[in-house]
């Protein structure tokens, strides 16, 4: 059943997408002319999986899918283009069992290049996440099983009259951790190009400098060697990052002045929690969500002195499997959960 119109200068608070499968990864448009659009990946355990691209009829308040394709594997992550002044291709990236990018049309998407960084072998380690530099949309970095991150250079040739091509290449690889590695993201400090940390399965924060890569600093090391899932820098304050261990019901912020001990722990979640997403607009606010079905956002202003509950509390319909807060749009976040994709402005 369609819902009613929302009068002129009444707008929703909360808008419903639901995919015919139960979505995994998510990803807000950075363009300024896509408010509203999103990239949502499917979790299937078999080899077929899907993309789909949604976005937001304002006036009808609907969420309808633009483009859908398919994908092998499920994706790990997905991320479109830093480009919040449209001047790129409108690309879309995926990781799974190998890098790719897409471009995406209105109606249709296509792969533009698949990134494998394992020529010689017929067995591909697949990747855990990746990260797309901010300030140089040229660059990606990829974490993979086989401990490794792989810095991709991307060129997107501009040129006029025919159709410019999308290709990638390795500019480095390195061993990162003891064992698998989970996660990657670039830090905005020093420029905001060549630091990155990563995390992974022997529990322990590492950061390094594309300039240096002969040495990393361990940012922090869980006591007992619990696998370390994700991390998520501050978009606003680059001393600033989040971390969580596997299965662990709290959240623990790092300053990286401070090594080694958390300047925080958020530990109101009654589950696992699967996501972190901190406010693109503020340093003090993040947002984590769990298998208890909350989403949680938190005004760590406070730090060091601990932070006992946070300021706003959100109940969805299942276990949230994954939380985005729009870069573009900062009073909006959106979180799925089984088959569904919410927005919720905050």
């Known amino acids: 059943m369609a819902m009613p119109p929302v009068p002129p200068g009444k707008r929703k608070e909360i808008y419903k997408y639901e995919a015919p499968w139960t979505v995994y990864s ?48 499920p994706t790990t992550k997905i991320m479109w283009i830093p480009d919040s002044k449209g001047v790129f291709p409108d690309l879309l990236a995926t990781s799974g069992d190998y890098l790719r990018v897409w471009r995406v049309h209105d109606t249709e998407t296509r792969l533009e290049c698949l990134l494998n960084n394992n020529k ?83 529990g322990s924060v590492r950061m390094f400098d594309l300039r240096h890569l002969e040495h990393s600093t361990i940012i922090y090391e869980d006591q007992q060697h619990v696998p370390l899932l994700r991390l998520a820098w501050n978009k606003q304050d680059p001393n600033y990052l989040a971390t969580m261990a596997l299965d662990a019901l709290e959240v623990i912020i790092l300053d990286v002045r401070v090594p080694c001990t958390p300047v925080a722990r958020l530990s109101n979640h009654r589950a696992c929690v699967n996501g972190i997403g901190w406010a693109p607009h503020s340093s003090c606010h993040i ?47 959106s979180i799925c959960y089984n088959n569904c994709m919410e927005i919720l402005r905050v």
């Open 26 to 73: 998510m990803n807000w448009s950075i363009r300024p002319d896509k408010r509203f659009r999103l990239a949502l990946g499917s979790f299937v355990e078999e080899y077929n999986n899907k993309v789909q691209i949604v976005s937001l009829d304002e006036e009808t308040s609907d969420f309808s899918a633009k483009s859908t394709f398919d994908h092998p594997y």
């Open 120 to 202: 010689n072998s017929d067995f591909c380690a697949p990747l855990t996440s990746f990260d797309w530099n901010e300030v140089d949309p040229n660059l990606l970095g990829t974490s993979s099983i086989d401990t490794t991150c792989t810095i991709w250079g991307l060129e997107t040739g501009q040129v006029l009259g025919r159709v410019n091509m999308v290709s990638g290449h390795v500019k480095t690889q390195l061993i990162a951790h003891d064992k698998e590695v989970y996660d990657i993201a670039f830090s905005r400090a020093g420029g905001g190009r060549d630091m990155f940390a990563s995390v992974g399965a022997d």
């Open 287 to 333: 947002c984590t969500a769990a298998d208890d079905h909350q989403a949680l956002i938190w005004d760590i202003q406070q730090m060091p002195r601990a932070i006992e509950d946070p300021i706003l509390a959100y109940t969805a319909g299942g276990e949230i499997n994954q939380i985005q807060w729009s870069s573009t749009q900062p009073d909006w976040i």
